[in-house]
């Protein structure tokens, strides 16, 4: 980092375009602000003078922020959003995008498993003509075999019932073009699954392998039920097969039914009945059973849709604003909550 007495303190820095944005959602990650700046801030001034950082914190009870608004004071190139209470990871990412101004937004951790150095190759392909530059993890002898192998799992779950295809390793930690920051500025959906949103709007883009580097200080957030749930979601925005399976398990208890059917009719016919009428009603429940779940995973498929997106709730609500976050005027807030709702 560069000594105090060389450190921009000008509005005029603080309020003029920046070629690049880099934003970090944070929960508890006090302890990682001040190592996380210490290497990132370097990169970015070798880079380019017109940067700008937005930290997002999504609702942290440490002293989080606190960090944070110091560092704003002493560099006014360093803005944060504050939720006012925690969204989740995607809609941190969402509301960096919102507020960020770069003509191109890179997307990290601030647990520095994302090293910072590996910005200036996002930058230098971005600048070859790629518009979305996502770093690919290439090893991942770190994890269990066990999350090594759902992750695999869900890798081609996703290639074989999503919409689209996702290349394997890539993250959150990533560099966008502001073409490409602007169309997903406009997908205001709910239920949010980032990843399948970078590779939905398409543009030319490139993996570059990197290494993730042992977390710094505190834990994952991410226990293996999180995990579960955000596969789960990331596989339900991007089809119908969660519900649709409601469908197949409708018709495979009508065919159950038909072949208890059949069981009933030969024994009956063998051996005769010992309680007349119960055969009948077993199959007559079993039948409107799986006629009723059909009914439901074909009703459910528009439903659950319908019902995330007609409460037309905001995606965040927003407690404080630092830096050139607080510059991003209230009438585009208002505007962008306008196309939201559209």
Same mark, same amino acid.
Request: charged share 25%; hydrophobic share 45%; proline share 4%.
């Given at each position: 980092?560069?000594?105090?007495?060389?450190?921009?303190?000008?509005?005029?820095?603080?309020?003029?375009?920046?070629?690049?944005?880099? !934003?970090?959602?944070?929960?508890?990650?006090?302890?990682?602000?001040?190592?996380?700046?210490?290497?990132?801030?370097?990169?970015?001034?070798? !880079?380019?003078?017109?940067?700008?950082?937005?930290?997002?914190?999504?609702?942290?009870?440490?002293?989080?922020?606190?960090?944070?608004?110091?560092?704003?004071?002493?560099?006014?190139?360093?803005?944060?959003?504050?939720?006012?209470?925690?969204?989740?990871?995607?809609?941190?990412?969402?509301?960096?995008?919102?507020?960020?101004?770069?003509?191109?937004?890179? !997307?990290?951790?601030?647990?520095?498993?994302?090293?910072?150095?590996?910005?200036?190759?996002?930058?230098?392909?971005?600048?070859? @003509?790629?518009?979305?530059?996502?770093?690919?993890?290439?090893?991942?002898?770190?994890?269990?075999?066990?999350?090594?192998?759902?992750?695999?799992?869900?890798?081609?779950?996703?290639?074989?019932?999503?919409?689209?295809?996702?290349?394997?390793?890539?993250?959150?930690?990533?560099?966008?073009?502001?073409?490409?920051?602007?169309?997903?500025?406009?997908?205001?959906?709910?239920?949010?699954?980032?990843? @399948?949103?970078?590779?939905?709007?398409?543009?030319?883009?490139?993996?570059?392998?990197?290494?993730?580097?042992?977390?710094?200080?505190?834990?994952?957030?991410?226990?293996?039920?999180?995990?579960?749930?955000?596969?789960?979601?990331?596989?339900?925005?991007?089809?119908?097969?969660?519900?649709?399976?409601?469908?197949?398990?409708?018709?495979?208890?009508?065919?159950?039914?038909?072949?208890?059917?059949?069981?009933?009719?030969?024994?009956?016919?063998?051996?005769?009945?010992?309680?007349?009428?119960?055969?009948?009603?077993?199959?007559?429940?079993?039948?409107?059973?799986?006629?009723?779940?059909?009914?439901?995973?074909?009703?459910?498929?528009?439903?659950?849709?319908?019902?995330?997106?007609?409460?037309?709730?905001?995606?965040?609500?927003?407690?404080?604003?630092?830096?050139?976050?607080?510059?991003?005027?209230?009438?585009?807030?208002?505007?962008?909550?306008?196309?939201?709702?559209?």
């Amino acid at each position: 980092m560069r000594p105090r007495s060389e450190e921009p303190r000008s509005k005029e820095c603080l309020v003029a375009s920046p070629e690049l944005s880099v !934003i970090i959602p944070v929960h508890n990650e006090s302890a990682n602000i001040a190592p996380l700046c210490g290497r990132l801030l370097p990169v970015l001034n070798r !880079i380019t003078a017109r940067w700008e950082v937005i930290f997002v914190d999504d609702g942290s009870r440490d002293d989080t922020m606190d960090r944070i608004r110091s560092l704003s004071q002493g560099e006014p190139r360093i803005g944060a959003v504050s939720f006012s209470r925690n969204f989740g990871k995607e809609v941190a990412i969402a509301a960096g995008l919102d507020h960020a101004r770069g003509d191109a937004v890179v !997307i990290m951790d601030a647990d520095l498993q994302h090293p910072p150095e590996m910005i200036e190759t996002f930058v230098e392909r971005w600048k070859e @003509g790629y518009l979305m530059v996502y770093g690919q993890r290439t090893d991942r002898s770190d994890e269990t075999r066990v999350k090594r192998g759902f992750a695999h799992l869900f890798y081609r779950l996703f290639a074989r019932f999503g919409e689209i295809a996702l290349p394997e390793g890539a993250g959150d930690f990533r560099l966008i073009d502001r073409k490409g920051v602007e169309v997903l500025r406009t997908l205001g959906e709910k239920a949010r699954f980032s990843k @399948g949103l970078y590779a939905w709007i398409g543009f030319r883009s490139i993996g570059v392998p990197f290494v993730v580097e042992e977390r710094l200080h505190g834990t994952t957030k991410w226990s293996f039920r999180k995990l579960f749930r955000f596969a789960f979601d990331g596989i339900a925005a991007f089809s119908t097969v969660p519900l649709r399976v409601w469908t197949y398990i409708g018709f495979l208890i009508s065919f159950l039914s038909i072949a208890t059917a059949f069981y009933f009719l030969v024994r009956t016919l063998l051996f005769g009945t010992d309680l007349p009428g119960f055969p009948s009603l077993i199959v007559s429940v079993m039948f409107f059973s799986g006629i009723q779940l059909m009914s439901l995973g074909i009703v459910g498929e528009y439903v659950g849709r319908i019902f995330a997106e007609v409460k037309r709730r905001p995606l965040y609500v927003v407690q404080e604003r630092l830096g050139g976050a607080a510059e991003v005027s209230a009438s585009l807030v208002r505007e962008d909550a306008r196309l939201r709702q559209a």
